[in-house]
């Protein structure tokens, strides 16, 4: 088996998504226009979105010794991606997910069942997994499980998912941070875009992407450098799972920059993961319709 560079640690779900053309009302029966089974969770689908564009990944999550942790580890074998690093909690439920997807708002809502948490202190198979990437990238729930190896495994450049609430998030020694403008915001009270990446810079993060829906992905590094993408035309379904795929896109625009794959250094990156993240919106899941890398060089060049 290929050695992953690149490694997502964190949440792994079972998603069912369903696409309305309004949200029900209370006590309201709607018919779905079209209804998804599949795996969702962050760090599993931005994995998921690596793996598609060419680079060798791997999963760390922890997922119930259930039925549904057995689909999402078969549905992540399936697209490639090594499960080696995926833990079973014995009598624990799988984190699963209902999605409902309007389409009159272009919103979604989400009903969420939390899984077991990370414990990356006995997983031998995790640790050398991150101990061979020449990437980590964690979300929220991956962070601090991550965050404890530190000391044991310096090596692998990390990167942070920071979309959702991460307690007690330091960025000291962080290659990548990369949240929402929202999230952005409300860690730094609302400052305009420079000055809050600046802000995250000196708390000692190399690069910062930051992702603001339609409007784009801005970047920062700590040597000045600066990226900004507008996202390609494309008919959107939805828009589930598009922050997850532009993460794992990320990381893969970033590898294939330094292996010569990919023209532009970081803001070629940049603009790579927008467009990926964009294309994949054409379906109703977060992962059906992510292209692979020669699909995104041809959009790249339109």
């Given amino acids: 088996m290929t050695t992953p560079r690149a490694v997502f640690a964190g949440v792994a779900t079972e998603d069912s998504i369903a696409l309305v053309d309004r949200y029900p009302d209370a006590d309201e029966r709607v018919v779905a226009d079209g209804m998804v089974f599949g795996g969702g969770g962050p760090a599993a689908t931005a994995a998921v979105a690596a793996q598609r564009l060419g680079v060798p990944s791997a999963v760390i999550a922890a997922v119930g010794d259930d039925e549904a942790g057995d689909r999402v580890r078969a549905r992540l074998a399936a697209e490639g991606v090594d499960v080696s690093g995926l833990v079973a909690v014995p009598g624990a439920e799988t984190s699963r997910s209902i999605v409902i997807v309007s389409g009159r708002e272009r919103t979604r809502a989400i009903v969420n069942r939390v899984g077991p948490r990370l414990d990356l202190s006995h997983a031998s198979r995790a640790q050398e997994l991150i101990s061979g990437a020449a990437w980590v990238h964690v979300d929220q729930h991956g962070w601090q499980a991550v965050r404890d190896l530190r000391d044991r495994i310096p090596g692998p450049r990390l990167s942070i998912d920071a979309g959702n609430e991460i307690p007690g998030l330091a960025l000291d020694g962080t290659a990548l941070f990369a949240p929402t403008r929202e999230a952005l ?9 420079d000055e809050s990446m600046r802000r995250a810079i000196d708390e000692g993060a190399d690069a910062v992407v930051v992702t603001d829906g339609g409007r784009g992905s801005f970047g920062l590094r700590a040597d000045g450098e600066r990226a900004a993408a507008t996202p390609p035309r494309a008919d959107v379904v939805s828009t589930l799972g598009a922050g997850d795929v532009f993460h794992g896109a990320l990381i893969a625009g970033l590898l294939h920059a330094d292996s010569g794959l990919l023209d532009g250094g970081f803001g070629g990156a940049v603009e790579y993961a ?4 964009t294309l994949s919106c054409r379906g109703l899941d977060g992962r059906t319709r ?5 699909e995104t060089i041809r959009a790249l060049a339109r």
């Fill in 185 to 193: 915001e409300r860690r730094y009270g609302g400052e305009d875009l």
């Fill in 290 to 294: 992510i292209p692979d890398h020669d």
């Fill in 274 to 277: 927008t467009t990926v993240a």
